[in-house]
């Protein structure tokens, strides 16, 4: 990695705060363009922006050196998974990025439905109500970075998916924008904290040799379980109605997080005894 092991913990929360900061910057921005100038100028400006993330590419240098891997892809692959299926803890972590991927998905997804349909608000509502989204994200980002030093803690996403679920409940029934609010502030900080916090422990107790294979796990089940969710959502909500679908993957959540408890999932509170087996590997 461009970092060093004892600041990847502070760079994915940075990342993820660079991130999250155009979430509320971005829709801000978006919201007045599209109301003053218009749709077609609102997709210029956001392709102009484009230039900016070119540049800085650029001007990246002195990239550490990787070694090359022995063997073909396939066999890449196959010895990936079966490092994860040996290590109980990590393939618990992957699966919670993809419950949150797919169960988290229509608080992104419906949220536009949800600003004309149940708040009856125009697409400048909608602008801020993803802005508000993005701020909690940010701050979720932030106390990331203050507690890096902490460890990575990821027993924190079992509580932090509770959360993210009773809002996705509380929307539905939300009549108030201003409620709407500060439900999507605290979403924002539930969804985004949880992906800091697991991402950042998968990195650290998984030994070099096998990093990049487990990242490139991590990011299949978030960047596939966020389209299949809002997929089904999508259709949840054209057969049933916005608030079900809300209901429907908020009370899912709430119902899933207490299960996979009961059944056995590795306890993460024991991760630092992993992050000790991994380093000695």
């Known amino acids: 990695s461009v970092v060093g092991d004892v600041d990847v913990p502070n760079a994915i929360a940075l990342n993820s705060l660079q991130f999250n900061l155009s979430r509320v910057v971005g829709p801000a921005i978006g919201g007045v363009a599209l109301v003053y100038l218009g749709a077609a100028w609102s997709f210029a ?19 550490p050196s990787i070694k090359a891997g022995e063997g073909s892809i396939m066999e890449s692959v196959v010895g990936g998974l079966k490092f994860v299926k040996s290590r109980s803890d990590i393939g618990a972590m992957l699966l919670l990025v993809a ?13 536009p439905a949800l600003v004309k349909s149940v708040l009856h608000r125009e697409a400048s509502s909608y602008s801020l109500l993803l802005s508000c989204f993005g701020a909690g994200a940010v701050i979720a980002a932030i106390g990331s970075a203050v507690h890096a030093r902490k ?4 027993w924190l996403a079992f509580p932090a998916l509770l959360l993210l679920g009773g809002c996705q409940v509380m929307l539905a029934s939300s009549g108030r924008y201003e409620f709407s609010a500060a439900l999507a502030v605290v979403a924002g900080l539930a969804f985004v904290g949880t992906m800091i916090r697991l ?5 650290q107790v998984t030994p070099d040799a096998f990093r990049g ?20 959502a999508g259709l949840l909500a ?5 608030k079900t679908a809300f209901r429907a993957f908020g009370g899912t959540l709430l119902v899933a ?5 009961l ?3 590795p306890r993460l509170r024991h991760l630092g005894e992993s992050m000790d087996e991994s380093q000695k590997e």
């Open 199 to 203: 991402g950042t422990a998968i990195l």
């Open 263 to 265: 059944c056995g999932i």
């Open 257 to 261: 997080v207490p299960i996979l408890l």
């Open 151 to 154: 460890g990575p803690m990821p």
């Open 213 to 232: 294979r487990v990242t490139g796990l991590q990011q299949m089940c978030f960047r596939m379980g966020q389209p299949l969710g809002a997929l089904f």
């Open 45 to 63: 400006l956001n392709a102009l922006s484009f230039v900016i993330l070119v540049m800085t590419l650029l001007m990246i240098r002195d990239l």
């Open 238 to 242: 054209q057969s049933v109605g916005i």
């Open 99 to 111: 419950l949150t991927a797919i169960l988290g998905a229509p608080v992104i997804s419906l949220l």
